[in-house]
Structures are given as C-alpha cells and as structure tokens.
C-alpha cells in the first residue's frame, strides 16, 4: 500500500473516497475549456467536479443526464441514464439506469458487452504540483432481485482517462456479487486486477485515488473505506481528462435479462490534495 495515498483515507481529509469513471474514447475537449474549479472550506480539497448529490439543479428528476452540467455521451445509449427521486445514498436523488433501457449496440461493438452505457464528466483538469493526489469517488448500488450470476452479465463502474487517452483506473460492482478493479488502460472484457466479494442490493462507497507526483502515476482503489490495492502505471500525463460512469450488460447465456437489473450511481465527485 502507498503510504501516500492511504493517508487521504485514514486521516478523513477525504470524507468519501474516491472512484474514477472515464471509458470508451477521448470525448470533446470543446465543452471543457475553462471549468471552473475551487477550493473547499477544509483548504485541502481543491474540488475539481462535485455533483453535490445529483440533489441540486440542473438535476431534476426525471430529466436525462447527458446535457447537465456538462455531463455528455456518445451514442451509447445515451438516453438511459436519468435522475431519479427513487433511490439515493443519502438525500433525495441519484442517477439510474435501468437495464430495460439499454439496448443493444448496432453500430459499435464492445466484446464480450452487448449493451453499453457511458456517461462523462469531461474536467480536462491540470494537475498541480502542489496538489498530486486526486480522487474519482462516487457511491454505487446495483439492484435486482436474481440470484449471483456466473459472470458479470450486468456490471456498473467509474472510471478515469488521462489526457493522453489512457484508462488510468476502472472499479464496480459486478451481478455476480464482486467488487472488481481493472487494471490500467484495461479495455472492456479485460481480466480483472482484483475482484472482492461484496453484497447486492445495497450502496457501495468507492474511490480511486491517483497520485500524479511521479514520473508516472501510481493508483490505488478503495471500497467503503477499506484498502484493496495499489497499481502502477506507465501513464506520464499530467492532466485528469474525465471521470466517467459506464454501464455494460453482457448476452445471456442462461436465461438472464438485463431488464432485472438497475445502476444507481450517487454523490459522484473529483477533488485534488496536497501530497504532503
């Protein structure tokens, strides 16, 4: 475990840890030229995205997310992830997406997926000398009523990309009851870094925490406070291009419907800290 990056969690200068989201392509820089960015009342977290529980406007319920608070999408079913009042980790709304409203790519493929939904915070954010230890972080909850599958027939992640492109950290939760982490610059299908058995039906707090003041980036994953593992990377980008959150649903092998499930994904945020 690095030293560095456990210190954001055992100190509590993160409240929540962290989860990056960023998959499936560049994105446009257009949208991102100047965000803005401040610095928390703590003095520590300069707070680079925080969606602020989904509770305030632009996010009404019912509404679709691509097009708030320049949350974008490519047409990957781009229409299926909405603020809902049904669910959230603490509050009132959060981010569903049904897996009935998923449908299958037809004009791109993503093996072993059939159905893709991804859902981009673009920050094209610089990282600061001063401040190297940024967080993907969001809470998440996968919903059915089905028994465990074989596989991760239905799975739900954040994500993070560089601006070189690169996945620098991927993490979820699987239909076959695993917290799992995937591993840098991982392409869907990949094997997993790790996969931690984990409960159904209830929300996950998840981080990935990047500390950017080496040569290279190293990361490390958390799930609900508690350390999974740290990886290296050879990513040399300087710059978080987007966190993402991404939906993939697999072909049925065994009688499985993507219908019986739902991603909901809360409080979804991106902050940096001093190294030190």
Do not use: C
């Not at 993907?136 to 059915?144: F, K, P, S, Y």
């Not at 040399?236 to 092998?253: F, H, I, N």
């Amino acid at each position: 475990m690095n030293v560095r990056l456990g210190r954001w969690v055992s100190m509590g200068t993160v409240s929540r840890l962290p989860v990056l989201a960023a998959v499936l392509g560049l994105g446009s820089l257009a949208l991102v030229a100047a965000l803005p960015r401040s610095r928390a009342a703590d003095g520590d977290r300069i707070v680079i995205y925080d969606s602020s529980g989904f509770e305030r406007r632009p996010f009404e319920d019912g509404a679709i997310l691509a097009g708030l608070d320049n949350w974008v999408t490519l047409p990957f079913n781009p229409n299926a992830a909405r603020i809902t009042d049904a669910d959230s980790a603490n509050g009132r709304q959060s981010v569903e997406v049904r897996g009935s409203d998923l449908a299958s790519s037809k004009h791109f493929t993503f093996p072993p997926y059939e159905a893709v939904g991804s859902y981009r915070r673009p920050v094209n954010y610089a990282v600061e000398a001063a401040a190297p230890i940024v967080v993907v972080e969001a809470d998440l909850l996968l919903e059915t009523e089905e028994e465990l599958t074989d596989d991760d027939f239905f799975s739900m992640t954040i994500a993070a990309r560089s601006g070189d492109g690169e996945t620098l950290g991927e993490m979820g939760i699987s239909s076959d009851g695993s917290a799992d982490v995937y591993g840098f610059n991982a392409a869907p299908g990949d094997p997993t870094l790790q996969r931690t058995p984990t409960s159904l039906n209830r929300w996950h707090h998840m981080s990935i925490v990047m500390d950017f003041s080496g040569v290279t980036t190293e990361v490390s994953y958390w799930l609900d406070g508690e350390f999974l593992i740290a990886t290296p990377t050879t990513s040399t980008s300087k710059t978080l291009l987007r966190g993402s959150l991404v939906v993939y649903a697999r072909k049925g092998t065994g009688g499985e419907k993507r219908s019986d499930y739902t991603a909901r994904f809360d409080n979804f945020r991106i902050s940096a800290y001093a190294g030190d």
